[in-house]
């Protein structure tokens, strides 16, 4: 038998044995040790992450009622609007963020695709109209997509693609668009340092600072960028200490641990810990922490609290290995030189979790297969929490190995509009109504 059928044997086994992982990439192979020197991985994982295309025909808004709305299972979670992938530039979908035009008061959601960024407006989230895309750059094409807003501008990656860059994108063009849809035209791209893709960017309002995380520059690590002024970022510094962030949270530290008020601090999850770096001086960061868990797979992605005591962690490879229902980890971070792992939460259902965000005392988590799930944060000290609303979807299908469904969930805005970018059926545009009337709806991340 010859050494090409040999591999292609190899390769059948390993997919069969081994289902795609949505944050799995080459540098993420280097990182935890897996390699595969007779393949392309890169070509590998784009091919397994060939998501099937599972279209939605929208027939208008419609209430959460006896556990559905229009097909799909819910609590509490209404069904307001939706935009089929094919309506808004097509490819497959990922990762998605939200832009309020505060003089107008119009809202935005910025919606990642494998072929570029779409931008639809949902001020009127029962009929949003699609004004266009920014296509990704020289025709690229990436799984991975990730977008986040400053001063007005979208700021924009993508991973595993080549020569991207970062583009730069006046958000104000959407407002006045004639002959809908427009084609983009990025206004800046950036490529300092030899910059070229990433995985995440995370950015800082506060200071006006981007994080590139998970690229091909700074070991993977955090690559530091002054987008001060939009259309000239510039290059501040590198973070390659712990090696590769899969993503962050970056901000000005006004939490309970006083030595490091004043300070620019990012909780980055990567893939083993939980890092915690002072980034206040971009040439000199400085590693503050780096904190394990029991049971850590694949540290994905988390979000502080609104008081910076608790990180709460989604772990994207813990179901799937361990063939468990969908887990939340909470690390008590009131010391940030020694945080503390307290536990997890295990849901009612089979799920791997993605992204999540807290707004007030809620957690907002897109988790594949099971849709947007809303849980109540109670006594974390206990690691108390409260599944109290829902939208799944993808109907009928809870899998702890499967990464069709949710990629993302945008819950800052300030009007109660709640937006899903699912892998395979484009935007859903929701309605939140939490049993106790206590929403506290989204202040940051979307402002002109």
């Known amino acids: 038998m010859n050494k090409s059928i040999l591999k292609l044997i190899a390769f059948v086994i390993l997919l069969a044995g081994w289902p795609a992982e949505a944050c799995q990439t080459p540098a993420r192979s280097a990182i935890l040790g897996k390699k595969y020197p007779d393949w392309d991985f890169a070509q590998m994982m784009h091919a397994a992450h060939n998501q099937p295309y599972s279209g939605y025909q929208f027939k208008g808004t419609t209430t959460c009622q006896n556990g559905m709305a229009d097909g799909f299972p819910c609590q509490n979670i209404d069904l307001v609007g939706h935009l089929d992938l094919p309506e808004i530039g097509g490819g497959q979908g990922s990762d998605s963020w939200g832009w309020k035009h505060e003089a107008s008061g119009r809202y935005f959601a910025l919606v990642g695709r494998s072929n570029g960024v779409s931008f639809v407006e949902i001020t009127n989230p029962e009929e949003p109209q699609y004004i266009g895309q920014l296509p990704s750059e020289a025709g690229l094409s990436s799984t ?3 977008i986040k807003t400053y001063n007005g501008y979208a700021f924009i990656v993508a991973d595993i693609i080549g020569d ?11 407002l006045n668009a004639q002959n809908m849809p427009v084609t983009f035209a990025a206004n800046h791209l950036y490529k300092q340092n030899s910059f070229q893709e990433a995985h995440n960017i995370v950015i800082n309002e506060a200071s006006g600072f981007a994080y590139l995380t998970g690229g ?3 070991a993977g690590g955090l690559h530091m960028v002054d987008i001060s002024t939009p259309t000239s970022p510039q290059f501040a510094g590198c ?3 712990d090696g590769y962030t899969h993503d962050a949270q970056c901000l000005n530290y006004d939490g309970p641990d006083a030595d490091y008020h004043g300070k620019e601090i990012c909780i980055a999850s990567n893939e083993d810990t939980v890092t ?3 980034v206040t001086v971009k040439n000199a960061p400085t590693l503050v922490s780096r904190t394990g868990y029991k049971g850590s797979q694949y540290t994905h992605q988390g979000w502080f609290t609104e008081d910076k005591k608790y990180f709460v962690i989604d772990d994207e490879l ?5 063939d468990l229902n969908t887990r939340t980890l909470v690390m008590d ?3 940030l030189d020694q945080p503390v792992f307290k536990g997890f939460h295990e849901a009612g259902g089979a799920s791997i979790d993605h992204n999540q965000y807290i707004v007030g005392d809620y957690t907002y988590q897109a988790n594949y297969s099971r849709g947007l799930r809303v849980l109540k944060l109670k006594d974390l000290s206990q690691v108390e929490m409260e599944e ?4 799944d979807t993808v109907p009928g299908f809870d899998s702890n190995q499967s990464f069709q469904g949710a990629w993302n969930v945008y819950p800052f805005f300030d009007n109660g509009t709640v937006i899903i970018s699912d892998i395979n059926s484009g935007i859903f545009i929701l309605k939140v109504n939490l049993p106790d009337d206590d929403l506290i709806f989204g202040s940051g991340f979307e402002s002109q």
């Open 144 to 146: 991975w997509r990730d």
């Open 164 to 174: 991207h860059g970062m583009q730069v994108f006046d958000l104000s063009q959407l």
């Open 216 to 218: 091909n520059t700074c």
């Open 239 to 241: 973070f390659s200490a």
């Open 276 to 278: 915690v770096v002072d």
């Open 318 to 322: 813990d179901e799937r290995r361990d």
């Open 333 to 335: 971070m009131s010391n």
């Open 388 to 391: 109290v609303a829902y939208f």
